[in-house]
């Protein structure tokens, strides 16, 4: 007999504030035969540059997204009926050796992703976006690249290393796995080390939309020259929660004010839905800092849509299918 995904845990029989605190309630990887999307949390803070304390990230936004529901009216999707979901856990890397972190995060994200499944990832810090670009490239060659950040993380060095929370997408661009036609960083803002800053990012091929765009061109404009950017590519998104204001997301380790509010991102994301992507992290919550769970609410809201995205491209296909499948068969009658 044919099942449907397993959902989430039911609220109505178990209060949503009881049991386990697997990401929206969700089922646990073994609690199901198979996964379309997979959940990770990757406790890392090695990479920081400021405040630490992202480690604790994944667990507090597991618990922020304790009342999260089945049903996006917004998108008009249910995420956890179109696509079996499940909360698998955290990836052990260790916290002492960042060389030996990515490595290890990499081959899981390989293995996570062996039988087809999408990942969604919740950071921890940005250095872990390089180890995920560097799996989902070798699934489906160099992707298209969306990162939400106050901050370019294109710098080269750190006190000389190579590999931090701020260097990622320069590596990634070095490294030819992403697709440079359509990179774009948005929400970016503050003061730089230089304005060589800026001409280094644009000679490594990203474009910007900085936060002050979104404000003053809106968010429909600024969704439109993103998604002519990006076009059908595979797509990848990698959101620091301090795209934020701080009045939004305080507790994040390297704060700047003047962020787009928590309603414009989620708006930005969602006039994106029907993209192909492919992958996801939302990274950076730093819970020390945050004050009734402002920061970790707003990441488990993100990640929602994120999933509703994966959920909405399902939905979009099924239904192409299945007026294709009318339209042959009414040729046929004909």
Same mark, same amino acid.
């Given at each position: 007999?044919?099942?449907?995904?397993?959902?989430?845990?039911?609220?109505?029989?178990?209060?949503?504030?009881?049991?386990?605190?697997?990401?929206?309630?969700?089922?646990?990887?073994?609690?199901?035969?198979?996964?379309?999307?997979?959940?990770?949390?990757?406790?890392?803070?090695?990479?920081?540059?400021?405040?630490?304390?992202?480690?604790?990230?994944?667990?507090?936004?597991?618990?922020?997204?304790?009342?999260?529901?089945?049903?996006?009216?917004?998108?008009?999707?249910?995420?956890?009926?179109?696509?079996?979901?499940?909360?698998?856990?955290?990836?052990?890397?260790?916290?002492?050796?960042?060389?030996?972190?990515?490595?290890?995060?990499? &081959?899981? $994200?390989?293995?996570?992703?062996?039988?087809? #499944?999408?990942? /969604? %990832?919740?950071?921890?810090?940005?250095? !872990?976006?390089?180890?995920?670009?560097?799996?989902?490239?070798?699934?489906?060659?160099?992707?298209?690249?969306?990162?939400?950040?106050?901050?370019?993380?294109?710098?080269?060095?750190?006190?000389?290393?190579?590999?931090?929370?701020?260097?990622?997408?320069?590596?990634?661009?070095?490294?030819?796995?992403?697709?440079?036609?359509?990179?774009?960083?948005?929400?970016?803002?503050?003061?730089?080390?230089?304005?060589?800053?800026?001409?280094?990012?644009?000679?490594?091929?990203?474009?910007?939309?900085?936060?002050?765009?979104?404000?003053?061109?809106?968010?429909?404009?600024?969704?439109?020259?993103?998604?002519?950017?990006?076009?059908?590519?595979?797509?990848?998104?990698?959101?620091?929660?301090?795209?934020?204001?701080? &009045?939004? $997301?305080?507790?994040?380790?390297?704060?700047? #004010?003047?962020? /787009? %509010?928590?309603?414009?991102?989620?708006? !930005?994301?969602?006039?994106?839905?029907?993209?192909?992507?492919?992958?996801?992290?939302?990274?950076?919550?730093?819970?020390?800092?945050?004050?009734?769970?402002?920061?970790?609410?707003?990441?488990?809201?993100?990640?929602?849509?994120?999933?509703?995205?994966?959920?909405?491209?399902?939905?979009?296909?099924?239904?192409?299918?299945?007026?294709?499948?009318?339209?042959?068969?009414?040729?046929?009658?004909?």
């Amino acid at each position: 007999m044919t099942t449907g995904p397993v959902g989430p845990t039911d609220s109505s029989l178990t209060p949503r504030f009881a049991g386990a605190a697997t990401f929206a309630l969700l089922p646990r990887i073994d609690q199901v035969p198979s996964a379309d999307i997979k959940i990770i949390g990757v406790p890392f803070d090695t990479g920081v540059s400021f405040r630490p304390g992202a480690r604790f990230g994944p667990a507090h936004v597991r618990e922020s997204s304790r009342l999260l529901r089945p049903y996006n009216p917004a998108l008009d999707v249910s995420p956890f009926k179109n696509l079996q979901m499940v909360d698998a856990g955290d990836v052990s890397v260790n916290p002492f050796n960042i060389d030996e972190a990515i490595e290890t995060l990499q &081959a899981a $994200a390989l293995e996570l992703t062996e039988d087809g #499944a999408r990942l /969604l %990832t919740i950071g921890g810090d940005h250095t !872990i976006a390089l180890p995920l670009l560097r799996a989902a490239a070798e699934r489906h060659g160099p992707v298209a690249l969306l990162h939400f950040d106050a901050h370019l993380d294109t710098w080269d060095t750190y006190f000389g290393a190579e590999y931090t929370h701020g260097t990622p997408f320069r590596r990634a661009s070095e490294e030819g796995i992403l697709d440079l036609d359509a990179v774009s960083h948005v929400g970016t803002r503050g003061p730089l080390y230089g304005k060589e800053d800026l001409d280094e990012d644009q000679r490594l091929g990203f474009g910007i939309v900085t936060s002050s765009d979104v404000h003053y061109r809106g968010v429909r404009e600024v969704v439109q020259i993103l998604k002519e950017r990006i076009g059908d590519r595979p797509l990848y998104i990698s959101i620091d929660i301090d795209v934020l204001d701080p &009045a939004h $997301a305080p507790g994040t380790g390297t704060p700047e #004010a003047g962020g /787009l %509010t928590s309603r414009e991102l989620l708006e !930005i994301l969602r006039g994106l839905a029907g993209a192909n992507l492919i992958g996801a992290d939302v990274v950076e919550v730093s819970p020390a800092y945050d004050h009734a769970q402002l920061t970790g609410i707003a990441a488990s809201h993100v990640a929602y849509e994120l999933l509703s995205m994966f959920a909405l491209r399902k939905q979009n296909k099924t239904q192409a299918n299945t007026a294709s499948a009318s339209g042959s068969t009414e040729d046929t009658h004909e």
